[in-house]
């Protein structure tokens, strides 16, 4: 069986993983460790089911994020372009952007500790350097950013409807 830091997520409902005859764990640097059953054990289940909760936690963000992208794009092809009910989709976008970063990090913070924790090999340490990819976090501020010029834009064109 062959494991990735990123795949073992979607691979950690079936906690038998580690219970076949030879276990590969493979990073994406192209860096493979084949372990033998002994040395592998299944984890800290405490850490596994913190690892399912986040997952569910962000499966619903990004269908929520989704849905107001849907409900944004209808509105444009109504031609309802510059309205308060938008700016306030994008900003609900921004700030679900931002949730769902959160929760990638704490997922991928305890995926780690849970690979971590899932083999005892004599003589040999694991660790792992979490450093938190911010890309996603920016892209959540400068959608809110855009959120909040797009309201500004959506009330200088109500008052100048309501001047003329």
């Keep these: ?13 079936n906690p038998d993983f580690l219970g076949h005859a030879s276990t ?7 860096l493979t460790f084949k372990i ?6 299944p984890g800290n289940s405490a850490l596994f089911v913190v690892l399912a909760i986040l997952g569910f936690i962000t499966t619903p963000i990004s269908m929520f994020i989704i849905y107001q992208l849907r409900a944004l794009f209808q509105a444009f092809t109504r031609k309802q372009l510059l309205m308060l009910q938008n700016a306030k989709r994008i900003r609900l976008i921004g700030f679900a952007t931002v ?14 500790s849970y690979v971590i924790n ?18 996603m976090l920016f892209l959540g501020i400068i959608v ?10 959506a009330e200088i064109r109500e008052e100048s409807d309501f001047t003329i």
């Design 36 to 41: 033998a059953p002994e040395y592998a054990n």
């Design 144 to 153: 809110l950013v855009i959120a909040e010029i797009y309201r500004m834009a």
């Design 1 to 13: 069986m062959t494991l990735n830091l990123y795949s073992l997520l979607n691979s950690l409902f």
């Design 99 to 112: 949730v769902a970063w959160a929760f990638s990090v704490a997922a991928d913070f305890v995926g780690r």
């Design 118 to 135: 899932s083999f005892n090999i004599p003589g040999v340490e694991l660790t792992s350097t979490f450093v938190p990819d911010f890309f």
């Design 24 to 30: 590969h764990v493979s990073f994406a640097t192209g």
